[in-house]
């Protein structure tokens, strides 16, 4: 019997999969069946089901936290399937600062590496010191250090040379006993000397001044990347948009703000059947109901035309769309 996927990826679109297998235990990966398509899922808070899936959804549910503490740090190892947010919150709780810049972002510990979570100035791979993985083809669970990861702006090794090959089952995290805040964006900057504890009610009380919550109203958080740009079209645009926020990538290209970019364009409350550009922050999609795959990309076709029209940028989505049978992306229809 199909299940339906629309309680399990928090855009809610109304979609089934043919197979759906909850794995509470690393074990149960090698009798799992990947001949046929399939989708690891962790909460669905980064993953959008744009029509049914003809494929079975491998749902990581597995739980279990590992503390060891040494001289200059703790090592944490964890499970694939805890809740990231939650794991940051018990690491605040027991004076194990460092990953306070990175609470509330939805999701599993396991999806976090994939995509190289990141806000406020602070990224994943800051803390990773290894992810471990079920290799498909091997049947066996190998580990990459950090480095081996090849983490990049909301990119890894798992969105390249091992897509579709492994199946995340734990993360190690380093974080040093030596702490020190990341302060320079936005609301932080108004933080003196704070605690780690302070540093995170902030976070928390400015992403939920600006971020819809799902449960209340479905969505897949930031829906697209802030572009990184050269520093020549980012001069060439500071002298027609001189408030345009950007920040330093390297010596020759800076990173500029896709919110900023689609509110400016005048996208707010831009509205194709029950999806919206979100009315407090523009890098959100929001599903008010009877809506279709179709519509989010039509709304998405749209967005990147006007930013494009308006800026000569090309915004690529940051959330994961997945088709009848896999991963699909949606391109800017013509750069004109």
Not at 58 to 67: C, D, N, S, V
Not at 301 to 326: C, F, G, S, T
């Amino acid at each position: 019997m199909a299940q339906s996927l629309q309680p399990f990826h928090t855009f809610s679109l109304p979609s089934h999969c043919q197979h759906f297998h909850q794995i509470d235990d690393v074990e149960q990966l090698v009798n799992t069946d990947f001949s046929a398509p399939f989708c690891i899922l962790g909460e669905g808070s980064n993953t959008v089901f744009l029509t049914d899936y003809q494929g079975t959804v491998i749902y990581m549910a597995t739980k279990g936290i590992e503390i060891e503490e040494l001289n200059d740090h703790f090592l944490l190892h964890v499970a694939a399937g805890e809740n990231w947010h939650q794991l940051v919150s018990m690491t605040i709780a027991n004076d194990m600062p460092g990953l306070e810049n990175l609470a509330l972002i939805p999701g599993t510990v396991g999806a976090a590496p994939v995509q190289n979570i990141g806000a406020y100035g602070v990224e994943l791979e800051k803390f990773i010191s290894y992810v471990e993985y079920f290799d498909i083809a091997s049947a066996s669970i190998n580990r990459l250090s950090k480095e081996q990861c090849l983490f990049g702006y909301r990119d890894s090794i798992f969105k390249h040379a091992l897509k579709n090959k492994a199946v995340i089952t734990k993360v190690g995290l380093t974080l040093p006993k030596q702490w020190q805040p990341i302060l320079h964006y936005g609301p932080l900057q108004q933080l003196h000397n704070p605690t780690a504890q302070q540093v995170f009610e902030q976070i928390i009380a400015t992403r939920n001044s600006k971020l819809p919550n799902p449960s209340e109203l479905a969505n897949a958080g930031s829906f697209f990347k802030n572009p990184v740009i050269s520093n020549e079209q980012l001069a060439d645009l500071l002298k027609s948009y001189p408030d345009m926020p950007h920040y330093f990538v390297d010596a020759q290209h800076h990173k500029v703000a896709a919110g900023w970019l689609i509110e400016q364009a005048g996208l707010k409350g831009h509205r194709i059947a029950g999806v919206e550009v979100h009315q407090q922050q523009a890098l959100v999609l929001v599903n008010h109901g009877n809506s279709t795959g179709d519509d989010l990309i039509a709304m998405v076709n749209y967005v990147q035309q006007h930013v494009w029209q308006k800026y000569h940028i090309a915004l690529q989505h940051e959330v994961r769309l997945m088709n009848a049978d896999h991963e699909c992306h949606i391109h800017l229809e013509s750069q004109i």
